[in-house]
């Protein structure tokens, strides 16, 4: 008998409840307070320790922040930023990014906190309700195929920053503070967009994903009954599905039944945008 569980038993990942526009405004808001509240209880050694953003050390995700957040503070500096245009091999956010951080080359990192203070709160806020016109389109976007602006804006800066502030804590051995409600959410988010993503790579069987800790549960990624099981820690899989770990690093963490196979092609191809 298979050691598999039936399909009848698992939530499909692709029907993980979509955010409203209330709920990613709380999202952000509370990503960002615990941002802040880590940022603010840092070493002065830790603000250029290295990151997992290879480019970046802790204050250059920092400013990213800062600069990110107010990028979404009004519709001009929306606009500003958004109309930096990408060099060769370079993704349309890369050089965003690279821009708003050339303008906080020479900010502290107390005015940096600052500066996300303020701003954060009406980003979220603008993202959340604003902005409304731009929520109908969405652009190119070499990993994402078409990214909609309503993605973006409900789902992506929440997790952008989540994501930031656990490479902050891995970088600086800091625990990553949880609770299964807000952290879960945005994970189980994560499994949304990992179902979409493994659909449109090639016909991949479906897989049961169980991931561990607070932020953690199970997902079918497909209809059907599963191939494979995939077991792994939910900060970890994170790590992996954001392209922080290649599949090799990521493979040692993680458990696989099954149809071991088809599961590692499948998880090879994983790449989720933050």
Known sequence: MSVLTKQSDLPLASEVPYVTADEAEQLMLVEIERFLALMENLEPEDWEKPTACSAWNVRDILAHQAGGYAGGASLREMIRQGSQKPGPGEL???????????????????????????????????????????????????????????HLMWVIHSRDTWMHRLDICRAVGREFFQTPDHDGRIAALVMRDTARVLEKKTANPPLRIELSGTAGGTWLTAPGEPAAEVRMDALAFNIFASGRYSFQEARSLMEISGETAAAEEALKKLLVLY
């Open 92 to 150: 349309p956010e890369d050089a965003v990014n690279a821009f708003q951080l050339r303008e906080r080359s020479d900010r502290t990192p107390e005015e940096l906190i600052a500066e996300l203070r303020k701003v954060g709160p009406t980003a979220a806020r603008k993202w959340a309700h604003g902005y409304r016109l731009f929520k109908f389109f969405s652009i190119p976007h070499p990993d994402e195929g078409r990214l909609s602006f309503r």
